[in-house]
């Protein structure tokens, strides 16, 4: 299968200003020449676009699951539109593809079925979904609910990979969070788009060549070894 919804994508972030260029103070009080805020898909069109390259992504890894879980908050809906674009996917070839969805409450409710989570029941193999991994947090979390109800996270499925090492400029992380997710936890990280994917895209528009050299001198700041 074609890979191209790749650079698909980071132009489909750019029009939609998701992606920018410029420069940007990160929560870790790096000073960043681009910015991804996946929060920014905030449209009917564009999260059904964001959630048929999801689902891309996941058809192309190649991995066996049964169903989705999409922590609390911004897991949710990418879940719910995911599992919405698999079956619209499916039914296009003639299938009938259903894909379960789970997610969470942040808070347990104590009335009515209670507890926290909702959706299908987790069972068999579990795709987490989120838009990137940062601190890990709520992979940790998300992993532990899962196998807590008897079921196995099989893979984390997330829009952006910044390939970025974590730690002070001092002590700089050997590897990136996606990459420490892949070691604890002994599972693949899929995404729709990696930092490679950026550069590509960038390279072929000349008007941006400023921002590409910055993105570069960032990747060799902050980058790990591809």
Known sequence: MSTTFRT??????????????GSFVTKSGRVSPYFFNAGLFNTGRSVGRLADFYAQALEASGLGYDMLFGPAYKGIPLATATSVALASRSAARGGDLEVPFAYNRKEAKDHGEGGVLVGAPLAGKVVIIDDVITAGTSVRESVAMIRDAGAEPCAVLIAMDRMERAGSDDSLAPHSAVEEVQQRYGLPVISIASLEDILSVLAERGEMEAYRADVLAYRARYGVTV
């Open 8 to 21: 698909d994508f980071v132009r489909f972030a750019l029009e939609e200003g998701v992606l920018r260029f």
